[in-house]
């Protein structure tokens, strides 16, 4: 099955600064999500980008499925954008694999 | 807020016992996924049901099992439960079609949050 890698594992920001996070997946994919899981354990959608980029206010991901890896950025962080962050490739027709994800802390 | 609802919210059961966890869908999705996170991991693929029929399964055991209703709600049912069995679980709803089965854009419930002692 897909193996996915997840860095940085852990990051602590100040409020303002930006980051990229880095998802490197095994196997092609057609099919690939970012969540944000806050820390009550919501998992909300980010961004459905098989390749490509977007972008949706402060978030933006691009991925480049030919290299099997996908970025996320995260420009002028709040304290809301607290919490872990999964990358979810698609494998065959009906499921994802999620990585261990990248827990974020943005200070005030 | 997704439109997919868990139930319950948290639940506590000893060794030995089963449960019954249930989804309800977003409206116009045909398509339930059910995973389980661990602590401190990420969601593990359990099983999917698609148009009540299950359509794919990671590597649990049997004791896993689950249905999906024609209004397209499911259950999760647990036999057996170990204490490796604690866990939050995540069902997802997503749209469908033939020959391509939901791995278009899932959205997740809240979760239930299952404790085994």
Do not use: M
């Not at chain 2, 439109?3 to 030995?16: A, D, F, Y």
């Amino acid at each position: 099955g897909i193996q996915v890698e997840q860095s940085p594992p852990d990051l602590i920001l100040q409020e303002g600064a930006n980051s990229t996070l880095r998802c490197n997946f095994s196997d092609s994919v057609n099919n690939l999500q970012w969540f944000h899981q806050n820390p009550w354990g919501q998992l909300i959608n980010l961004f459905y980008i098989p390749s490509g980029t977007k972008q949706n206010g402060r978030l933006s991901a691009t991925t480049v499925a030919t290299e099997r890896y996908s970025l996320l950025y995260i420009s002028s962080s709040q304290t809301t954008d607290s919490g872990v962050y999964f990358c979810a490739p698609g494998e065959g027709t009906y499921k994802y694999i999620f990585g261990t994800g990248t827990r974020l802390k943005v200070l005030a | 807020e997704t439109g997919v609802t868990q139930s319950p919210t948290h639940l506590i059961k000893t060794r030995g016992q089963q449960v019954t966890l249930r989804c309800s869908s977003q409206s116009g999705h045909n398509t339930v996924s059910w995973y389980q996170q661990a602590l401190g991991q990420g969601p593990q693929f359990i099983f999917q049901y698609y148009r009540e029929e299950e359509n794919g399964r990671g590597n649990f055991p049997p004791r896993f099992s689950g249905l999906q209703f024609p209004n397209y709600s499911s259950e999760l049912n647990v036999n057996a439960l170990e204490l490796d069995d604690s866990a939050l679980y995540l069902c997802a709803s997503s749209r469908g079609t033939s020959g391509r089965f939901g791995t278009d854009t899932q959205y997740f419930g809240p979760g239930t949050r299952l404790t085994v002692l």
